[in-house]
């Protein structure tokens, strides 16, 4: 899985690299992120078949027939194996894939003689961000408040539309399957272009593209034991 990740190379420079065309201009006032945990707003690169965006939605998928957004928190993750099956991401599969650029990411192994797993940073061994799959929905509240109240009849108006996204996960490759069995699905610059375009439906085709990235790619090592704590965001990690 992927639970934590970087986010440290500014927005405009992401969108220089991910050949972006718009992107908000507050987004230029957001700091780096070294600890990025679920439900926190991260950057994406998203396609509305003419514009390509670079925009922040929160991490954690909350479907559009959702409740409540607490179910974001508990998919963050979606399985590439499955993903074209399950209710929550197949119409997202369909029409709504995004990148989510990270500088890296984090993960755990238990090491031999200690009760504590031990945190490991995992990156590109060229410096240049990760292109995680991911997918994006928008959540506009439950059906029960999809009507804006009239002044003064006590009615509640619909919450603001909440963008959201997950990464999708495959199984390790030789390299990252020495800390985990599991891994994002890390997107070449080929296929950036086939995965955003919303004009492209095929999941069967779309399918081919999760798979794990080459272990070339990886490179890793250990980290303090500080980034098991979510408040710790800075460079040190």
Request: aromatic residues 10%; charged residues 30%.
């Amino acid at each position: 899985m992927c639970g934590r990740f970087v986010s440290s190379t500014p927005p405009d420079q992401l969108a220089q690299y991910f050949d972006v065309d718009e992107m908000p201009e507050q987004l230029l006032e957001r700091g780096p992120n070294y600890n990025t945990a679920p439900t926190t707003e991260v950057f994406v690169v998203h396609d509305d078949g003419s514009t390509r965006r670079l925009d922040a939605f929160r991490w954690g998928l909350v479907p559009f027939w959702a409740k409540d957004i607490s179910v974001g928190s508990r998919m963050i993750n979606a399985r590439a194996e499955t993903v074209g099956e399950k209710p929550a991401y197949r119409k997202a599969l369909e029409r709504r894939r995004c990148i989510v650029p990270a500088d890296g990411f984090y993960e755990w192994k238990k090491e031999p003689g200690s009760k504590k797993k031990q945190p490991y940073f995992i990156h590109r061994p060229d410096g240049e961000p990760f292109a995680f799959a991911g997918l994006w929905e928008v959540w506009k509240g439950p059906k029960d408040r999809d009507r804006s109240g009239d002044e003064g009849s006590g009615e509640l108006p619909p919450p603001e539309p909440l963008r959201t996204c997950t990464i999708i996960t495959t199984s390790a490759n030789e390299k990252m399957s020495e800390l985990h069995d599991r891994m994002p699905v890390i997107l070449p610059r080929s296929a950036w272009d086939e995965w955003l375009s919303p004009e492209v439906d095929d999941t069967e085709l779309l399918g081919r593209l999760l798979v794990p990235a080459p272990s070339e790619i990886i490179a890793f090592h250990p980290v303090s034991t500080e980034v098991n704590n979510v408040r710790n965001k800075g460079e040190h990690l």
